[in-house]
């Protein structure tokens, strides 16, 4: 399938990446020319989605490296480690970024910090970005599998090719099931407060041609009940040897209500976004978003001034209520089990 945009693209020494801010309103690109403005890209959520603020910070990590060069040879690895932990420092929840630090780290250390290394760290960024491609492909051949003929899916935030390297990851399961001639709907919670849902997937699924319609997030529950929901697809930003999965606030709402209805729970990501060191997820990896996001987003005050405002940007979903894990490796049964 042919993504609409290129998310992210390494671009005459600068990282280009989607403004993912301004849509679905305009389609423009930032130019980001050193590691501070990729950090700051990752924190507005410029870029986001957790297989593309992995791409986007092992780039940066370049980036911090070409900057260092302008130092004197004597400040450069001092000046490369802090970046780096400002790097993975960025958005805590995603094992994405850290992984992806970890990757060019390996390749920092105890190296000069040189035109060598700098032109390593690129070639090293372009692999994690292309590995991220091809795992998204192999996710939504393997997840069309699980689609019925006629289905209509039911998604929540962006897992998309706007949050990854490829065709992305829960969307690009339905992507493929759409190819096939299998999926008949889509339904695409709004995700509150920052809209991926509404502002993001619905644009992308619409540029694809699949038919796609926005709902507000309390109406998922309606939606099953009425029999109108198949299956239920997710991306993932970290889950932990047990199969708990963080993902956009949200998700865990879903995976009750389907349990509730007897519908199925998928959770679509790479191998990778298993994080192998945690048995358990720990609430410390659970992002907080700012108030205003809440009592004042996109620029409308919404709520009183000076409310007490609780905003976390993920949850985490248990994985007795998960069905399945859709991965570039294949499928394999959550704690609900197939
Ligand atoms: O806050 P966001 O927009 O970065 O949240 C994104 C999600 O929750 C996605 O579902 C997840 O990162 C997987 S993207 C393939």
Redesign the pocket.
């Known amino acids: 399938m042919n993504t609409i945009a290129k998310t992210i693209e390494w671009v005459d020494g600068s990282l280009r990446i989607v403004d ?1 801010v301004r849509l679905p309103l305009e389609l423009l690109y930032l130019e980001l020319k050193d590691y501070r403005a990729v950090i700051e890209a990752i924190k507005t ?1 410029a870029v ?6 992995g791409i986007a910070g092992a780039y940066a990590v370049a980036l911090a490296v070409k900057e260092a060069l302008l130092l004197s040879v004597d400040e450069r690895e001092d000046f490369v480690r802090r970046a780096l932990e400002e790097i993975e420092g960025a ?1 805590p ?2 094992v ?1 970024l850290s992984y992806a630090v970890q990757i060019q780290r390996v390749i920092v250390e105890g190296v000069d910090v040189d035109d060598v290394l700098f032109a390593r760290l690129v070639d090293s960024a372009g692999e994690v970005h292309e590995r991220d491609k091809m795992m ?1 492909q192999a996710i939504g051949v393997n997840g069309a599998e699980l689609v019925g003929q006629g289905a209509t899916a039911l998604t ?5 090719a706007l ?2 390297g490829g065709i ?5 399961v339905l992507y493929v099931a759409h190819e096939q001639g299998k999926l008949k709907r889509v339904f695409s919670c709004e ?1 509150r407060p ?1 809209l ?1 849902g509404s502002r ?1 997937t619905c644009w992308e699924l619409g540029q694809a041609g699949i038919d796609v319609t926005l709902i507000v997030d309390s109406v998922a529950g309606t939606l099953m009940k009425s029999g109108q929901v198949d299956f239920v697809i ?4 970290r889950i932990a040897s047990n199969g708990d999965t ?4 949200g ?1 865990y709402n879903l995976a009750v209500l389907a349990e509730a209805h007897g519908i199925p729970f998928y959770v ?2 790479p191998e990778t ?1 298993f994080d192998r060191t945690l048995e358990r997820l720990p609430e410390k990896i659970i ?1 907080e ?1 700012s108030p205003e996001e809440v009592t004042c987003g996109f620029g409308k005050r919404t709520a009183p001034e000076g409310v007490r405002v609780y905003s976390p ?2 949850d985490i979903t248990p994985s007795e209520l998960i069905s399945a894990f859709v991965t570039d490796l294949g499928v394999t049964a959550g704690g609900r089990g197939l």
């Not at 929540?156 to 998309?160: D, R």
């Open positions: 993912q959520l986001r989605g957790a297989p593309a603020i958005r929840t995603a994405n998204c929540i935030c962006n897992a998309g949050a990854t992305g990851t829960a969307l690009g995700t920052l991926q993001l997710v991306g993932a930003d963080a993902n956009k606030i998700t679509a990501a976004t992002e978003r940007a993920f």
